[in-house]
């Protein structure tokens, strides 16, 4: 589920996640792609809190797709949490590129 065409997501830092729309469906349309970035998430959160590296995501919001790198500090039914309490609806993210 990673990708590699980023050319047309925008970079975006953590601070302007609370300033963002989100979808209100899916963006993965499959079962198996949802399990799959389930999966990636948990990798993710624990690469983040025992290697203490950071990965980068790529979701979409109502208006563009963004990209973020960065560490993953929890994942729950709905939600990816990220250092102060910012969070991304799990719906919203395309793909996690690990380092």
Sequence with gaps: ??????SKCKSIDRNSIPQLEFLSK???VTVDSRKSRQ???QDATFIGNIEE???TLE???KSACHLIHTT???VTNDWVV????QKI???SIRAIEFP
Excluded at 1 to 6: A, D, L, S, V
Excluded at 82 to 85: F, P, Q, R, S, Y
């Design 82 to 85: 990220l250092k102060e309490k």
């Design 26 to 28: 899916d963006v993965l």
């Design 39 to 41: 999966n990636q998430l």
């Design 89 to 91: 609806p799990i719906k």
């Design 1 to 6: 589920m990673t990708t590699k065409n980023y």
């Design 72 to 74: 993953i500090w929890a």
């Design 59 to 61: 979701f979409l919001g």
């Design 53 to 55: 590296k950071k990965v």
